[in-house]
């Protein structure tokens, strides 16, 4: 890159820091239209796929993708409305292509892979992804858009809303930035996608996950170059693009610092959990975050697997068993409950050693361990309502976790909890007797 150029553009990087996010990033379009850097292009759905540094590297949730799909055909689609952003593909960077393929796969059907991309989303993820979904026919749970098999109808969707159908076969008008100045310049894709998330076009704005994303990848970074870490060090950066979720922020970051940051992976299981199975726009409040942080007197054991299932749990359990900062609080710090909060948080480290160990880790296994720690952490709470059906105790989720397993994986991980099996509807039927069944125990 010409040395006069890449000045100019670190030159408007800078303001971009130092002023308003959505003025400065304009002001940084602005100058990479002057080098030919930035165009508009109509660009088919299937070309694109979604950035790694989307969302702070959340990427996108299958659910809110169908949901969008829903809410559009409700309301109409308007192409004035939408401000994609996309980056050409990197021809020397592969991890874009790993980062999709791993979506699709995640997405049990729900999401297509993207083997022509050739440009990523910063913005207009959710929207572009829609798109691909109904113009491959992929699996979906709305009913008055699919196919008997199951499946997003196009001819369906040409009825309720041709504009949207054309929007499907043609593209939308993206703003294209060059691969060249964001090889240069990497943090430029985080400013774009906050900026896109701040100034409220048809995007879904920051949601609590993604801010937690961001601390983890903000803390780890500052440790790996050991620099200051704490909240009043990352804050500015943190809340550049002014999410609504900003007031939670401080106790996102303890908890982050004190039970997640040094356990790699408990975090990236709540993500997947909420990808797949519920939207990210639920919002658990600053209380919540507080409450999860907290330590008990004469509590030894952070219990940082109970603290993930609670968080992941917080999220996906129905509404009438909201799980409460109360909840939470006599969760991890209460004597009395700390019985309870121990044997909960040795059965996760226990089913997910189990599954780890003999090779079934993948999509529908992450969902089944996602299911059951909900399932946990309710029966634990002792959480009942009349529609939902919870187990009676910590040890019948875990044997209804293995049911669930057998029925997917057709061997039975452990039997050690077979003594407390209940009868319920929602449990696979067994094909073999229980004495009978193989054990990998």
């Not at 553009?9 to 800078?14: C, D, K, N």
């Not at 100045?181 to 076009?201: C, D, T, V, Y």
């Not at 909840?327 to 599954?355: M, P, Q, Y």
Request: charged content about 25%; overall charge neutral.
């Amino acid at each position: 890159m010409d040395p006069a150029v890449k000045a100019e553009i670190a030159a408007a990087l800078e303001k971009c820091q130092k002023s308003g996010l959505v003025q400065g990033v304009n002001l940084l379009y602005s100058c990479l239209e002057r080098h030919s850097m930035c165009r508009f292009m109509r660009i088919e759905p299937h070309l694109i796929g979604t950035d790694p540094q989307n969302r702070d590297g959340f990427g996108i949730s299958v659910k809110d993708c169908h949901d969008l799909i829903r809410s559009i055909t409700e309301v109409g689609f308007c192409s004035s409305e939408t401000a994609p952003v996309c980056a050409e593909l990197d021809p020397l960077d592969r991890e874009p292509l790993v980062f999709n393929e791993k979506l699709a796969v995640e997405a049990q059907g729900y999401l297509p892979p993207c083997p022509h991309m050739r440009f990523t989303s910063l913005a207009g993820s959710h929207l572009n992804a829609g798109l691909r979904c109904i113009a491959s026919g992929s699996m979906s749970d709305i009913e008055e858009l699919v196919h008997s098999s199951g499946r997003l109808s196009l001819d369906v969707i040409k009825d309720i809303d041709p504009l949207y159908a054309e929007a499907v076969t043609s593209g939308l008008r993206w703003r294209v930035i060059s691969f060249e100045p964001l090889r240069e310049f990497p943090e430029m894709k985080g400013l774009i996608q906050s900026a896109s998330n701040a100034s409220g076009h048809l995007a879904k704005g920051e949601h609590e996950l993604q801010l937690l994303k961001r601390i983890e990848n903000m803390v780890r970074s500052a440790e790996k170059r050991k620099a200051p870490c704490s909240y009043k060090d990352l804050k500015d950066s943190l809340l550049r693009s002014k999410p609504l979720c900003a007031p939670a922020a401080p106790f996102m970051h303890r908890f982050i610092v004190k039970f997640s940051a040094g356990a790699p992976g408990l975090l990236d299981r709540v993500e997947k959990a909420v990808k797949q199975q519920c939207s990210s726009s639920k919002q658990l409040g600053g209380d919540f975050f507080e409450a999860l942080s907290s330590e008990g007197k004469g509590v030894q054991d952070s219990m940082i697997d109970l603290r993930h299932a609670l968080l992941g749990a917080a999220y996906m359990s129905p509404s009438p068993l909201k799980i409460t900062p109360q909840d939470v609080k006599r969760a991890v710090t209460s004597r009395e409950f700390k019985t309870h909060a121990e044997k909960a948080n040795g059965l996760i480290r226990r089913c997910w050693s189990l599954v780890e160990s003999h090779g079934v880790c993948d999509p529908t296994v992450h969902t089944l361990m996602a299911e059951f720690e909900t399932d946990l952490m309710l029966a634990m709470l002792g959480k009942r309502h009349s529609e939902v059906n919870i187990s009676n105790c910590q040890e019948a989720a875990a044997c209804r976790l293995m049911d669930k397993l057998e029925a997917a994986k057709h061997v039975r991980l452990c039997s050690e909890w077979d003594a407390f099996k209940e009868d319920r509807t929602d449990d696979p039927k067994e094909t073999t007797k229980a004495d009978t069944s193989p054990s990998v125990c």
